[in-house]
């Protein structure tokens, strides 16, 4: 089952597989991710970034909709871990349901302003954030588990 | 120039490049050969284009990468930064005797030799200390 729907830049690193992942034990990080997916040298390079308990599947968006939505991870404690909004817009129209989605990590590039320590946005992120406030997904932005959640529905809509 | 000269660059999460660079030279003086990357306020496309322009900088030479921690977010960048250059490297793990011994060894020997002697030397300081 999936214990946390994750934006993070970064997909899979430590402090996913440590920060997250000695607080909610999970079995399995699912990537949705269409660029990694596609490149067998990306794949490897992410499979290699966790540790042995912890499976990882790296799939294409519809990939992991199709496998999510199959049942295929319903026995496991699964992370779904995406890029940006930009994809989690793609799973829900796609028919995924999801409530709450962690955002764990936009980070800084030119033109992009700061709203949270772990959180830059330029304006296709406002906006594609906006979007899932507005379809009702609870956006709570946190780095890591025992910080606080900060709610960023108000700041996007 | 020497042809064994190699540059490093070091790559981590928070300050630890900057603050590892800059306790060996306390130690050693200024370095002139080495660069500190944090990714705290990077992404990781911007973390790789500036690794990129520092070895771009330096073309002639072999580009050596000290990154923090192999499979976390600097390390896979470190990687996706050099894939397709032939003259760089990336070493995980890095710690103070290694860049000492990097700082102070460079240019006497080849940059593979220098590679290897850098990982058995950080290897060999981990150790306990009998007191």
Sequence with gaps: MIILTRIDDRLVHAQVVVGWGRELRPGRLVVADDRVASSEWER???ASAAPPEIRVSILSVSEAYERISAGEF???RTILLVRGPAEIIRLLDLGLEIGE???????????????LDNVYLDDDGRKA????????ITLEARALPRQEKVILNPMVS | MNENDAIGIIVTHGNLAHE??????????????????SNADLNDDALIASIRKIIDEHAESYAILFVDY??????????????????????SGINLPILLDFVTKRGTMKPEEIVRHLIRRGQESVRVIDP
């Excluded at chain 1, 954030?129 to 009702?136: D, S």
């Excluded at chain 2, 590892?20 to 990357?37: H, N, P």
């Excluded at chain 2, 032939?86 to 070493?91: L, S």
């Design chain 1, 44 to 46: 490897d390079l992410y």
């Design chain 1, 74 to 76: 319903d026995q496991e």
């Design chain 1, 101 to 115: 989605v962690n955002v764990g990590g936009m980070h800084f590039s030119d033109g992009k302003v700061k709203l």
């Design chain 1, 129 to 136: 954030l906006g979007e899932l406030a507005r379809r009702g």
């Design chain 2, 20 to 37: 590892l660079l800059s306790t060996v030279e306390t130690i050693v003086g200024k370095v002139d050969f080495c660069y500190a990357i």
């Design chain 2, 70 to 91: 192999f499979g976390g977010s600097c390390s896979m960048s470190c990687s996706r930064a050099v894939k397709g250059y032939e003259k760089a490297v990336v070493i």
